[in-house]
């Protein structure tokens, strides 16, 4: 066993790429291994480049939205697939029913997974099950499971390579120095804070010299708010827009290339923290203990408190420590705005990176 292994993370980008650990701890205890990874298509550009990894799976989501016999057809044509590859081991990161069925499906005599809700008998579609510590950051969440099933961890590391030629067109693309990267938006709108506080906290990097580079997903609503908070502001030479023209593979060579990251929680923020970059990002109803950006450099227990303002390595969480948080919720009552987001102003943002920022 361990002699072809396939690794199901079938997620958003931020979750697949902190599992890059799992990858570095499969090929140190398994060296003639052969190691594959399942993702959702549109994630797979924060693996690329990785040594640890042989070939990168895409699933493609859009399935859903075919007719019932069309995506039945696709599905098991699929599933076929990832049986002739002939994997002796799948480790499911994801804990959804889909990767259950493609962990039994693969043929693969050992299969790990972790103890989840689903369909009746899901817990028969593994050989190995395990009960991990939710409380715990994603990074180690995921290692938990190695562990667990006897593999041992030394590096908690978050890999994510960059190519010398993908720097240099990041740098001819913004020629300067002192660069923050700041990517305010989010797929959920409920981890967005007020247009008007972003835009104020963009006049003060420009009043300090920054280069600031803004950047979202070419989506409409985030589109939308990026109109919205440049309304706020007057054109300069030092802010430069990138907001929905840049590749994942672009946004990392220009993450790469920049001093600082500040936004929200989001994929952007992982990327950053996984570069090196210090980061400093808002929370609202999502824990940082599980969620906040991971420092590959230091030995620290990650996020100790429930909420409030933390730091971990060169990274900081600037959050509220209201009993309610976190909620997990969709904005206050549905709302998909987060009043303990809102409730944090410009001022205290920028006393808290101008404080850490004199320390260097």
Request: hydrophobic share 40%.
């Amino acid at each position: 066993m361990f002699k072809k292994i396939l690794v199901i993370k079938l997620r958003h980008i931020g979750d697949v790429l902190l599992t890059t650990p799992v990858f570095t701890a499969l090929k140190e205890n398994f060296k003639e291994s052969f190691v594959a990874v399942l993702v959702n298509k549109g994630t797979e550009a924060v693996l690329e480049k990785n040594p640890f990894i042989d070939e990168i799976i895409t699933f493609d989501r859009r399935l859903k939205n075919y007719g019932v016999f069309k995506k039945y057809t696709e599905e098991l044509n699929f599933l076929k697939q990832i049986r002739k590859k002939e994997f002796d081991t799948t480790i499911d990161l994801t804990g959804g029913d889909r990767a259950a069925l493609i962990s039994v499906f693969s043929g693969a005599k050992v299969r790990i997974g972790v103890k989840s809700k689903g369909f009746a008998g899901k817990k028969y579609f593994y050989t190995h099950l395990f009960e991990i510590d939710g409380k715990k950051h994603t990074v180690l969440q995921n290692l938990e499971i190695l562990e667990k099933a006897g593999i041992k961890v030394k590096s908690r590391k978050v890999l994510l390579n960059v190519l010398e030629e993908e720097k240099e067109w990041a740098k001819k693309l913004i020629p300067h120095k002192q660069i923050v990267h700041i990517h305010p938006t989010s797929r959920w709108l409920f981890k967005c804070w007020k247009d008007e506080y972003i835009a104020e906290v963009i006049k003060w990097f420009i009043e300090k010299g920054f280069i600031v580079v803004l950047t979202s997903a070419p989506t409409e609503k985030e589109m939308k708010k990026i109109d919205s908070i440049l309304s706020f502001l007057k054109p300069s030479e030092q802010l430069i827009n990138l907001s929905g023209r840049l590749t994942l593979r672009q946004l990392i060579a220009v993450s790469s290339i920049s001093d600082l990251f500040f936004g929200v929680d989001t994929a952007p923020m992982h990327i950053a923290s996984a570069l090196g970059k210090p980061v400093f990002a808002l929370f609202g109803p999502s824990g940082a203990f599980h969620w906040g950006p991971w420092d590959s450099d230091s030995s620290e227990i990650p996020y100790s408190e429930r909420s409030g303002i933390q730091r971990f390595g060169k990274n900081i969480v600037i959050q509220r420590n209201w009993e309610c948080i976190p909620c997990g919720q969709d904005g206050c009552k549905g709302s998909k705005i987060s009043k303990c987001l809102f409730d944090i102003k410009p001022e205290e943002v920028v006393e808290i990176i101008s404080s850490v920022l004199s320390e260097s």
